[in-house]
């Protein structure tokens, strides 16, 4: 058997509800052991294309293949491979978080009590779990539904906006449990958000979705170090300026900093150059990355809260 790399692969998805054409031709894959990261603005199509990969509605065409067997012939042997949160998990608040997950591994077979540890300690839920849910945090609730959705040892995670309506420091948390779930159990992760900040932290690639459609796929880890925008806060400004005027550079001054667009290799000789003219240098700091430029452009623009 030849090993199959890619864990989720979509090919040329459409789904239409009614007149309305949701999904046009979406094709993506999640290798095995990567996040992928489904972003687009509200609206553009990350829920339905996702309930699509769960099962919980059919496409009109095209094709899901899960460990390289397609959904759509054999529905209940291929969803064992998913684990998934798509509506908000439903948990019982006055039953403690392990009686949830008990009484969760009661409707699968083969899931002992080993499996329930195990998925406790990976959501770092240990020290709780006897608590009523009623008791828990947004993000511990979110913590015991990923736990509940691991339970069966699936190779592929699917997350609509796992961190909706958590604090930064519950972000924070979702994310690095994410990241080590890739990284040490080896598992696949796709996981949907609209904020391109988020997602740069979670993932190894980042789908772009708008209006149905997969405009562009990126890999975070491949820095573009070309034409970044830098921002200058040096005094004095004015001989700063000069500088990078004199040596034909573009910029703009805005809130007192100069904002200079140059490659990351020249960043050391504007350095030296500035400290020889005698400028203090403050900070020095890249105003946008490059994949936040595109994603704008791509997008026309999207929330950042
Ligand atoms: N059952 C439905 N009937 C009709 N239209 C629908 C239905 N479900 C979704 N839509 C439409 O499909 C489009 C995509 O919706 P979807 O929920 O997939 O977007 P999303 O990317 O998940 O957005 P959000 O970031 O707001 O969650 C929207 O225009 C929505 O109004
Ligand atoms: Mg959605």
Redesign the pocket.
């Known amino acids: 058997m030849t090993e199959q790399k890619a864990m989720l692969q979509i090919n040329d998805l459409h789904k239409k509800i009614g007149k309305h054409e949701i999904i046009k031709g979406l094709s993506l894959e999640v290798n095995k052991g990567e996040v992928f990261g489904f972003l687009g603005p509200?609206g553009a199509g990350?829920?339905t294309t996702i309930r699509m990969m769960v099962g919980l509605t059919t496409p009109t065409s095209g094709q899901i293949l899960i460990g390289g067997e397609a959904l759509s012939n054999n529905r209940k042997h291929v969803l064992k491979k998913i684990g998934a949160i798509v509506e908000n998990p439903e948990m019982y608040p006055f039953l403690s978080g392990l009686d949830n997950l008990k009484h969760y591994a009661r409707m699968q077979p083969n899931i002992t009590k080993e499996d329930i540890d195990r998925v406790v300690k990976l959501v770092g839920l240990e020290h709780r779990i006897k608590d009523k849910v009623k008791k828990y945090s947004l993000g511990m609730r979110q913590r015991l539904g990923l736990a509940q959705a691991l339970l069966h040892k699936p190779e592929l995670l699917i997350l609509?906006?796992p961190t909706n309506g958590l604090d930064p420091a519950g972000i924070r948390e979702i994310r690095d449990y994410i990241r080590n779930l890739a990284k040490e159990e080896g598992l696949s992760v796709i996981v949907?958000s609209h904020l391109l900040s988020e997602m740069e932290l979670m993932c190894d690639r980042i789908g772009i979705i708008k209006d149905g459609e997969m405009i562009r796929i990126e890999n975070v880890h491949e820095q573009n170090n070309q034409n970044l925008i830098m921002s200058y806060d040096v005094n004095p400004i004015e001989k700063a300026e000069q500088w990078f005027k004199t040596n034909g550079y573009e910029y703009n001054i805005q809130d007192n900093q100069i904002k200079v667009k140059i490659n990351k290799e020249d960043v050391p000789i504007t350095v030296q150059a500035l400290v020889a003219a005698s400028v203090s240098i403050y900070s020095i700091n890249e105003e946008r990355s490059s994949l936040e430029d595109r994603f704008l452009n791509i997008t026309g623009g999207v929330s950042h809260d």
Do not use: A, Q, V
């Open positions: 509200n990350k829920t609509d906006e949907s």
